[in-house]
């Protein structure tokens, strides 16, 4: 989960902070999304525990971006003068867990430039900046505890497409494509020297994905490429000063990576876990996990869809039934399965004895459209044409391997008529002790599923936010994020608290929200016993019904 999307249509950009993460501010993302983690139980109650407002500009120009920062607070940033011309002006205000104002601050933008990317660590949020048409970016470096800001000039390629930023140390790492080309650059905050990496600028490649090991201090690759008919997956690891060091490909007559994440065991071992595919296509046939060592990858292992226990559990019953049967055939005929699904992977979750792979299955939404028949298109009368409207996903998978890199579990979760215009993480998840909550927003209501390994502690619900509850905390353009412990953060557009019925005014505010837990088993939902089964009872009562 390192990307965070500006949602510009809502005015308002909500930026999660975990651990660390990336906002591109240069792209049109969806209309505005509640996230995760409200697990709301149907007899549970949200409290409003602190509450702040901000004052709305009359201005049409400015953007409101708030960044839970967990036990740290809250970072609320609002940008203003966007389209005048002459420098945007931030504002920062420092929020406590009570969301009492601890330090502000502001910054004015240099008019040449224009907001790229933005990233974020546990003492630090940072922002690039570029001059179009030049090679001029900057950096703005803004210290969480105490706001102090620092301001970094530097030179990198002109005309670059970024796609990834991230920073280690007094590092920036800067990832994009350079006339179609992917590069990825090192620029030190220290000396301002711009190192571009080596072995990476070739035709026929792209990159998948950039990783960090900050403790060893090393920088890796990882690119997919078409070569001699033949599908690559390479990570290139470069050390903390930009030097190649290694290489490991992986690669095979029958199936080719996907996509990967890096777990690290040491400085030269590490666990790589994505997804595969039949041939060189986009569509994933399952999963997959192998040992790094040094360069040589050992014990590849591949898990087919059809060997995850609930991975068709968002099918109706009859569905999953004939599903199974025609799997089990075509394997008693010695054929193999082919899938042709898509997935969008979330960054890998590490837990003290367990690796969590998250993932999303999706499709591209594609609708008729009839233009009208007045004027000119009165000559194409009658005619239609097809076009891509957003993504549609199905279901939500969750897998566990031990630290042994076994697969050992896996639980799913059906994603019911949600469908966005932008490709991005919908289901979100949270952990409360050894109980996890997957839950997605549609249209003002919540989702939610609570498992505990492969076991459903309490089937998916859906959570309607009532008119009267909406009217305290919610809008259309509201967000709920899971901040802390069994705190929520609400945030948003709204009239203020005690505006009469016809007023006008608005402001932009936070309200934290604490919700009430099962006493004896701390689940963030009630009624668990009546609830409760597991995903292999539900398959035998499908199997049953048919």
Not at 528 to 538: D, E, F, I, P, R
Request: glycine content about 6%; overall charge neutral.
């Amino acid at each position: 989960m390192h990307k965070l999307r500006p949602v510009k249509k809502q005015r308002i950009i909500f930026l999660i902070s975990a651990c660390c993460r990336t906002v591109k501010y240069l792209r049109v993302l969806s209309p505005l999304i509640a996230f995760l983690g409200c697990g709301l139980p149907v007899s549970a109650q949200l409290e409003k525990a602190a509450h702040i407002e901000f004052a709305v500009s009359s201005s049409l120009d400015e953007n409101f971006e708030v960044f839970p920062l967990g036990q740290q607070g809250a970072l609320v940033l609002t940008r203003s003068g966007m389209y005048q011309g002459h420098g945007e002006e931030w504002r920062f205000v420092k929020l406590s867990e009570d969301l009492k104002p601890v330090w502000n601050n502001s910054f004015r933008l240099n008019f040449r430039f224009i907001p790229v990317m933005a990233y974020q660590n546990h003492t630090h949020a940072y922002w690039v900046f570029a001059e179009p048409d030049t090679d001029r970016f900057q950096f703005l470096q803004v210290n969480l505890e105490t706001g102090f800001q620092d301001v970094h000039e530097g030179k990198l390629l002109s005309n670059i497409d970024l796609q990834q930023f991230m920073v280690m140390e007094s590092k920036a790492i800067l990832a994009g494509y350079h006339r179609g080309r992917p590069v990825v650059m090192v620029h030190s905050f220290f000396d301002k020297t711009t190192r571009v990496l080596p072995d990476l600028y070739e035709k026929n490649s792209e990159l998948n994905g950039i990783d960090l090991n900050e403790k060893d201090g090393l920088i890796n690759v990882m690119t997919y490429s078409f070569r001699k008919r033949q599908c690559l997956f390479e990570i290139k690891t470069y050390n903390y000063e930009g030097r190649h060091m290694k290489t490991t490909t992986l690669t095979d007559q029958d199936y080719s990576i996907i996509s990967g994440q890096i777990i690290p065991l040491n400085e030269s071992d590490s666990y790589l876990i994505g997804n595969y595919s039949i041939g060189c296509t986009p569509f994933s046939q399952g999963l997959y996990i192998s040992q790094i060592r040094d360069t040589e990858p050992e014990n590849l292992e591949y898990i087919e869809f059809s060997e995850l226990r609930n991975f068709f559990n968002y099918m109706s019953p009859k569905r999953k039934a004939r599903m199974i049967e025609r799997i089990g055939r075509r394997k008693s005929l010695g054929k193999e399965n082919r899938f042709r699904y898509r997935l969008l992977l979330h960054n890998l979750i590490e837990t003290e004895d367990e690796i969590l792979l998250v993932a999303e299955v999706y499709y591209p939404n594609y609708r008729n459209y009839n233009p009208p028949s007045t004027g000119i298109n009165s000559f194409y009368r009658g005619s239609s044409f097809r076009a891509q409207d957003g993504f549609r996903y199905t279901h939500a998978i969750v897998c566990g391997f031990d630290k042994n890199g076994r697969y050992k579990w896996d639980n799913s979760f059906a994603i019911k008529n949600l469908v966005s215009q932008d490709l991005q993480e919908m289901v979100q998840l949270s952990r409360f002790g050894e109980y996890w909550v997957l839950a997605y927003p549609e249209e003002g209501n919540i989702h939610t599923e609570v498992i505990k390994k492969e076991k459903v502690v309490v089937e998916s619900t859906k959570h309607e936010l009532q008119p009267r509850a909406r009217s305290l905390f919610f809008n259309e353009s509201a967000i709920l994020a899971a901040w802390y412990d069994k705190y929520f953060l609400a945030f948003g557009r709204q009239k203020p608290e005690n505006a009469s019925p016809n007023s006008q005014k608005e402001v932009y505010y936070l309200t934290k929200l604490t919700y009430q837990v099962d006493p004896v088993t701390g689940i963030p939902l009630s009624d668990t016993a009546a609830n409760s089964k597991t995903s292999l009872q539900k398959r035998s009562t499908d199997s049953t019904a048919n």
